[in-house]
């Protein structure tokens, strides 16, 4: 019963009703700067109207009850509460959707990376696109590189919406899914494999967000791709190296 409450929370609960309470102070990291991660199990970057919209376009009673999506539910209640994850930056090398060139993450160390997952049938992901669209305008492209993660499907074949599109039984069905995804964003979209290999080491949440910094070390992860964060710590980072990475203080 408890987990069956927690599934309808995390959809339901008025944005006035949850507390955001991430500390966007930046603090001493591993040679370098970190910021505080962002475990929030609820939707808390959304409004109340955002949050209807989204499970207009879901069926509740699934997440409540079809193991595939519960199973994943699990997953993203586990990573919130620090499990799932070792906190590192994960090296992987795949395709762009749309070029088929492959992308080597440490082949890019020099730049700050910031990326989310996302899919087809992922609701949260696809809110948050044209948000990701403003950033990629926003920043140098020799300076910062933001890109999203084909990975797994939230809602598979559900409903109306994501009828067409039930969990890929193969990697050419999971390409024309990221094709179609791609579609909605100007950003680059890579293809994680049908394993889910990458999705599995930043944890297994379907909209994840990380930022990796210029050295190629892990700065932030959020269970939720807030745009808002994301530019917030890239506006941090980029003024800190400006400054000559000025010494910070560690934070307890």
Request: net charge positive; hydrophobic share 40%.
């Amino acid at each position: 019963m408890r987990k069956l409450f927690y599934l309808f929370l995390m959809l339901s609960i008025p944005a006035s009703a949850q507390v955001q309470n991430w500390d966007p102070e930046p603090r001493k990291g591993d040679g370098g700067i970190r910021f505080n991660d962002d475990l929030d199990f609820y939707l808390n970057s959304y409004s109340k109207d955002e949050i209807k919209a989204m499970r207009q376009e879901v069926s509740i009673w699934r997440m409540n009850f079809d193991k595939m999506i519960r199973a994943t539910i699990d997953d993203i209640q586990a990573y919130s509460e620090g499990s799932n994850m070792v906190p590192r930056t994960h090296d992987f090398t795949l395709p762009e959707v749309r070029t088929g060139v492959p992308y080597h993450l440490a082949a890019h160390k020099g730049k700050l990376r910031a990326f989310m997952f996302g899919s087809i049938s992922n609701p949260p992901a696809r809110a948050q696109l044209p948000f990701w669209d403003k950033l990629l305008a926003k920043y140098d492209t020799s300076e910062v590189e933001l890109f999203v993660i084909y990975g797994k499907e939230l809602h598979p074949g559900d409903r109306k919406k994501f009828s067409a599109f039930p969990a890929p039984s193969t990697m050419e069905q999971k390409m024309r899914y990221a094709t179609e995804f791609a579609q909605l964003t100007t950003l680059p979209v890579l293809v994680d494999g049908l394993d889910d290999k990458v999705l599995t080491a930043y944890g297994r949440v379907p909209n994840g967000a990380y930022v990796i910094d210029a050295d190629g070390r892990l700065i932030f992860r959020g269970t939720w791709a807030d745009s808002r964060k994301i530019e917030h710590i890239l506006d941090t980072v980029l003024k800190w190296y400006a400054d000559g990475r000025p010494k910070l203080k560690a934070k307890g």
